[in-house]
DNA sequence: TTTATGGCTGTCA
DNA sequence: ATGACAGCCATAA
């Protein structure tokens, strides 16, 4: 196991994305950089993306819940992962409509309603 | 150490 | 609606 920084403002960062993807409702959805926002990196939705990636495979972390703010899978290394995203979301309720993407508006986790501005989505 | 890249986002044309 | 540009800063080489 790395050593990890053990100081500095993003000590711990991934430990903490994970927790707030974790928290993510079944059927719901979140942006990376919503998630960024919610683990105390606003501004750093890569690192997001980053920590995402690193996850082993089987794990308990709902990563395919977390899209980018266009509401559609990021284009990935291969079509196999974006595709894999896809098929768990529609596991789960969601509906892509034509060029793969999910109505943002109507997905959206809102951990606490208002926290974040997105027009007068519900 | 430096350099290049990137699972993004927001703004502007 | 889409496309281009610029910030952002961790990771990899």
Same mark, same amino acid.
């Given at each position: 196991m790395p050593v990890?920084?053990?100081s500095g403002p993003t000590?711990? =960062?991934?430990?903490?994305? %994970? #927790?707030v993807v974790r928290r993510i409702p079944r059927g719901?959805?979140?942006t990376y950089g919503q998630i960024a926002a919610l683990a105390g990196?606003?501004?750093? =939705?890569?690192?997001?993306? %980053? #920590?995402?990636h690193a996850l082993p495979s089987?794990?308990?972390?709902?990563?395919?819940?977390?899209?980018?703010t266009r509401g559609s899978i990021s284009r990935r290394a291969t079509f196999?992962?974006?595709l894999l995203q896809r098929i768990l979301l529609e596991g789960e309720?969601?509906?892509f409509d034509a060029g793969n993407r999910v109505a943002l508006s109507r997905y959206r986790w809102c951990p606490r309603q208002g926290r974040l501005p997105r027009g007068k989505a519900r």
């Open positions: 990890a920084m053990t000590a711990g =960062a991934y430990p903490r994305v %994970y #927790a719901r959805l979140a990196l606003p501004g750093r =939705a890569r690192q997001v993306g %980053y #920590a995402l089987g794990t308990s972390v709902p990563w395919h819940r977390v899209v980018n196999g992962d974006e309720g969601v509906r």
